[in-house]
């Protein structure tokens, strides 16, 4: 539990209610635990919250959502068992407008473009592979992208994300020559020193489950020099 308390201090929310807590959450963390065993970002955010509001026994936490681990940006918890179902709902029915942010070395062909896949997913790999003609198994996958930035090395992308593949934005940008950097799974020349990759869930719009209010969240990226370049 001490363990807990501490990391938690490092916490950044964005946003917090008596319902729903918002977390900009750094590269390397796991939303939920898994066979890694490491300590996930959901119990980071219940010892917070039993710490803050000195809550006795077992926290409350719904996971409604999740970002791939080397992944940085924006993670909503619910925190009351009547927010969740809402909020799972808000999501599997395409409500929420989510809006990253990559890093790319290779620019793409056009400025901005609606790119649509096929994908397929390979669970031995955990990879997924975008294929441009319906394959057996694949679901379809579309985002849009536009270059808002050109840096000295790279470019930044926004993305509208219109559908939630796994993987997606990583194995569409490959699909046509722009592995996100840092990305060595999908294709990029190098890792990131520390096991990130430079893709960043930067906006979140929905409708408060609860409160019925929009709700627009921004997390600004993380610290290190090209991602300081882009603000």
């Known amino acids: 539990m001490n363990k807990i308390i501490s990391t938690a201090k490092n916490l950044q929310i964005i946003y917090e209610d008596n319902h729903l807590i918002a977390i900009n959450k ?22 917070y919250i039993k710490e803050k509001y000195n809550k006795p026994g077992n926290v409350y936490l719904g996971v409604a959502h999740r970002l791939d681990r080397p992944t940085s940006g924006i993670v909503v918890f619910a925190k009351t068992s009547k927010a969740l179902p809402r909020l799972n709902k808000l999501f599997a029915d395409k409500e929420a407008k989510k809006t990253y942010w990559a890093i790319v070395k290779n620019p793409p062909e056009n400025k901005q473009e609606t790119l649509v ?57 490959t699909a046509i020559g722009c592995p996100i950097k840092g990305d060595l799974k999908y294709g990029f020349d190098r890792s990131n020193k520390d096991g990130s990759i430079h893709l960043h ?31």
């Open 117 to 173: 896949h096929w994908m397929k997913r390979n669970p031995k790999q955990n990879k997924s592979y975008a294929h441009k003609k319906e394959v057996p198994e694949s679901k379809k996958a579309i985002l849009e992208y536009k270059i808002i930035k050109k840096l000295n090395s790279y470019f930044l992308l926004e993305i509208g994300l219109k559908t939630g593949r796994h993987h997606q934005i990583r194995a569409q940008l």
């Open 26 to 47: 750094r590269p390397g963390d796991i939303v939920q635990g898994d066979k890694t065993g490491d300590l996930p970002l959901s119990e980071v955010v219940k010892g």
């Open 201 to 231: 869930a930067r906006c979140l719009s929905f409708i408060h489950p609860v409160k019925k209010e929009m709700l627009d969240l921004v997390a600004p990226p993380p610290q290190d020099p090209v991602w300081n370049a882009c603000c």
